[in-house]
């Protein structure tokens, strides 16, 4: 791109969510003035997975919930916005899993699941299992190809079934609604992969190297008080951007000196030059579908490696009680797939978040008593497909049958999210490889979110710096 960094230029963010706002903030720190931001957002509220709504006159997170505090990009971004005041971490309530028919407590000792010891994960475990998984140090050296590998399949060939069953596919449908079978070693657990590349000979001793030797005082997760709209609030604030709400993006094309971007809205038809966005660059930070449909001209190898990303959907539900409902001593309840009740049922739930016993906000005497419950795995609709009515009544009889709480609820929300978790398969770390070469050859087009090296939080708020920080630089002559 020409001219002076000092002329005012024009960025377009296509996408309001944590990645859009995040690039959009640092776009204002980097060029302060000389920048009109424009965030166009196709529907009709900012914040994208981060959906804080009123539940029994409570805000509360119905989207993400938190972030994780022990890597550092989310809690610099809190403290340097200046919202450290409104930081707070868990209680010390631990959480449980109900696997196999039986519940227990949720073992430390492990790397999401993969146990840095047999004594680790022995409680969830049959006899039979917890043998498999004593003596996976005994079996021949694991030697992994340069190429991902599915994470299931290995953890099967040298644990068995059990310990994936029970533990591993519980909590990676927590991070990705996704089961081990379906995604990748490297692109869900890179350090372990790292540390059987440098020559731990199985998976239990790459997991015992990457555990620290004490356990650690700090927390692992934090929020805000006030719930996570309050960062959304915050970054559109200190990024003020032009927003258009409601407004899809038809069309990426480029033009002699930069991008132009055609809108499509309702409110346009009346007034057509409304509905043309130029601008210098463009800073998409959108999920895979829409980033595929809008790169097909401009840069067709990275649509074409966005299409090949398979998406899971998911649906919370929030749960008000009247002050003084007793919850479980817990912090919530992972379940595993396939678990039933006591006539056979499938659980419609994937896990449960007893707020009022995680967060001590939420705690307070004389309050409404809020929980969550959470819906869907990739490639098992079950009960998406269900009206919000059923799903209420069904999340509510899986409440019934892993905490024995029965009581009325006050307030009920449901929201849902189609399609709005990326699954990190085998051979997504050279997708993600082909996205960004293809996008690196187009100057003032750059890609930010969950879809490329992490669904977290601290990921996507990494990505859509480093978008930023390339923006920028493309803008200088």
């Known amino acids: 791109m020409t001219g002076p ?21 640092r776009l204002r720190r980097l060029l302060g003035d000389r920048v009109t931001v424009t965030v166009v957002e196709s529907t009709g509220s900012l914040g994208g997975k981060l959906r804080t709504a009123e539940v029994a006159g409570r805000p509360f997170d119905l989207g993400a919930e938190a972030f994780l505090a022990r890597r550092p990009e989310a809690l610099a971004l809190v403290e340097e916005i200046g919202l450290a005041g409104v930081l707070t971490h868990p209680t010390r309530a631990r959480a449980t899993i109900r696997a196999g028919g039986t519940a227990a407590g949720l073992p ?66 927590g991070v990705y609604a996704g089961g081990a079978d379906g995604l990748g070693l490297r692109a869900t657990m890179p350090g372990l992969a790292a540390k059987l590349d440098g020559g731990a000979g199985s998976l239990t001793a790459a997991a015992a190297a990457l555990l620290p030797a004490t356990p650690s005082a700090s927390p692992v997760f934090g929020t805000l008080l006030g719930g996570l709209g309050v960062l959304v609030d915050r970054l559109t604030e200190l990024a003020k951007p032009e927003v258009r709400l409601g407004v899809p993006v038809r069309s990426l094309r480029r033009r002699p000196s930069g991008w132009r971007l055609e809108l499509g809205a309702a409110a346009y038809a009346h007034a057509p030059e409304d509905a043309v966005l130029d601008v210098d660059a463009v800073l998409l930070a959108v999920p895979a579908p829409a980033a595929r449909r809008l790169l097909a001209e401009a840069a067709p190898a990275a649509s074409a490696a966005l299409g090949e990303v398979e998406l899971a959907s998911m649906a919370v539900v ?46 307070e005497p004389g309050g409404p008593v809020l929980l969550r419950g959470s819906v869907g795995r990739f490639g098992e609709p079950g009960a998406l497909d269900a009206t919000d009515e059923e799903l209420v009544r069904l999340v509510r009889a899986d409440l019934a049958e ?39 050859a187009v100057p003032g087009l750059e890609l930010a979110g969950a879809v490329l090296h992490g669904v977290g939080i601290p990921a996507c708020v990494a990505t859509a710096d480093a978008a930023a920080v390339r923006v920028t630089s493309g803008l200088a002559p």
């Open 402 to 440: 892993v905490s024995g709480l029965t009581a009325e609820p006050v307030d009920v929300l449901v929201h849902r999210w189609g399609g709005g978790l990326p699954q990190y398969g085998a051979g997504h770390a050279e997708r993600v490889g082909r996205i960004e070469r293809a996008l690196a």
């Open 318 to 363: 929030g749960l008000a009680y009247p002050p003084g409902t007793g919850l479980p001593d817990a912090s919530g309840v992972l379940i595993g797939a396939g678990e039933r009740d006591a006539s056979g049922r499938p659980l419609a739930a994937k896990a449960f978040t007893f707020s009022a016993r995680k967060w001590a906000h939420y705690g």
């Open 108 to 173: 430390g000792g492990t790397v999401m699941g993969v146990p840095g010891s047999a004594e680790a994960v022995a409680g969830l475990l049959s006899p039979d299992g917890a043998r498999r998984v004593a003596a996976e140090p005994e079996l021949p050296p694991v030697t992994l190809p340069e190429t991902d590998v599915r994470l299931g399949p290995l953890l099967r060939e040298r644990f068995g079934d059990e310990l994936v069953d029970r533990l591993v596919d519980p909590l990676l449908g």
């Open 5 to 25: 960094l000092g002329e005012p230029r024009h960025v377009a963010v296509v996408g309001g969510g944590i990645s859009g706002l995040t690039a959009a903030y």
